[in-house]
């Protein structure tokens, strides 16, 4: 165990491998892992992971469908409130991006010896506070020794089965809405290289510490149809897209102008302040987007920047979608109308 002066020294970012991203694996090397997998799929299941969606959905009843996530990874912020807060909003995030409502979470643990038991009652703390913020109770976990703090959570939820919302049903003619700026990736490789301005910390943190509730609900009330939902996260969303546009065979075009960014984060990709993740993900889609003669690339990694809980992306038929925004407005939501989808080649062009 770290005396008091070495904790005090000690940053929880410089015992993760993977701060600024979610710590996913490389999604091309995951598809293929996934894709030799032999997998029975009863009648029951409604959704697992052939389309890459946010949670599994299993059918108990004509009237009830029981929905499950689980999502950790390691410290992408020093403060260990913060960070329990930011691994269990996002956790929680899958749930509402699947229409769904969340009815009680498991905390998932890795801690190593090194770090003061203190640390760890600092994480849980925080992730409680969100786990409370959106009103269902943590029932249990798991916990193991690790060389590298990690944390999150198992979450469950239910949904009615005929009003699953998946990131397969986008139609051509739908407007795309994203529900919370992009750069959280680049922004905390920032805060770890000690390059971050404070501003730019109060804001990642806000962005990562927001649930998608509000936004989930909104999506979910059927005030308005919603033929497409998922959360922007490790992959990006370029990555998110392109599993959207892939399911449902369409292409999108997307509105560079229209796109929200966290303030400071395009200088700091120009500067190189990326992390690994941001370059895979845009290593992994650049075969299906095209982007804008001449568009450097800092600014493709921002479209690919690896996102820890990211904003709600949507595809809402352009007849609603000033219902949609509307609401989501009343709803405290501050959501872009970041393009449309087409007809065409499953891919994405960058328009600007």
């Not at 509000?214 to 149809?225: I, L, M, P, W, Y």
């Not at 690339?297 to 979608?321: F, R, Y």
């Amino acid at each position: 165990m770290a005396d008091a002066k070495s904790v005090k020294r000690l940053r929880l970012t410089e015992l993760s491998h993977c701060a600024g991203c979610a710590a996913k694996l490389r999604a091309g090397d995951l598809a293929q892992l996934l894709g030799g997998l032999k997998s029975s799929r009863p009648p029951q299941a409604l959704v697992g992971f052939n389309t890459n969606d946010d949670a599994a959905v299993y059918r108990l009843s004509p009237g009830l469908a029981v929905v499950e996530t689980v999502d950790f990874f390691p410290p992408v912020v020093d403060d260990p409130f913060q960070f329990g807060a930011i691994a269990a909003a996002n956790a929680m995030s899958d749930i509402w991006a699947m229409g769904a409502k969340p009815l009680f979470a498991l905390n998932l643990v890795g801690f190593p010896d090194e770090l003061p038991k203190s640390v760890l009652a600092r994480i849980l703390e925080g992730g409680q506070s969100k786990v409370e913020e959106a009103g269902i109770p943590i029932l249990g976990g798991h916990s193991i020794r690790d060389p590298e703090p990690k944390y999150g959570l198992a979450v469950t939820g239910v949904v009615h089965p005929k009003k699953v919302l998946t990131n397969a049903g986008a139609k051509p003619g739908d407007l795309l809405l994203l529900t919370k700026p992009l750069g959280t990736g680049i922004a905390t490789t920032a805060i770890k290289r000690g390059v971050a301005s404070k501003q730019l910390q109060k804001n990642v943190i806000g962005v990562m510490t927001t649930l998608n509730r509000a936004a989930g609900e909104v999506f979910a009330s059927g005030r308005f149809k919603v033929n497409a939902l998922t959360d922007v996260t490790g992959y990006g969303l370029l990555g998110h897209l392109l599993e959207m546009m892939t399911a449902a065979k369409t292409r999108a075009a997307l509105d560079l102008e229209r796109v929200p960014l966290i303030a400071e984060v395009p200088s700091l990709a120009e500067a190189g302040v990326v992390p690994g993740g941001t370059k895979s993900n845009l290593e992994h889609v650049q075969k299906k987007v095209r982007f804008p003669k001449g568009l450097p690339e800092a600014i493709q990694w921002v479209l690919a920047d690896a996102q820890t809980n990211g904003g709600l992306l949507a595809c809402v038929p352009a007849k609603d979608a000033v219902k949609a925004l509307r609401a989501l407005d009343r709803a405290g939501v501050d959501a872009a109308l970041l393009g449309e989808v087409r007809a065409g080649r499953p891919g994405i062009d960058v328009i600007g």
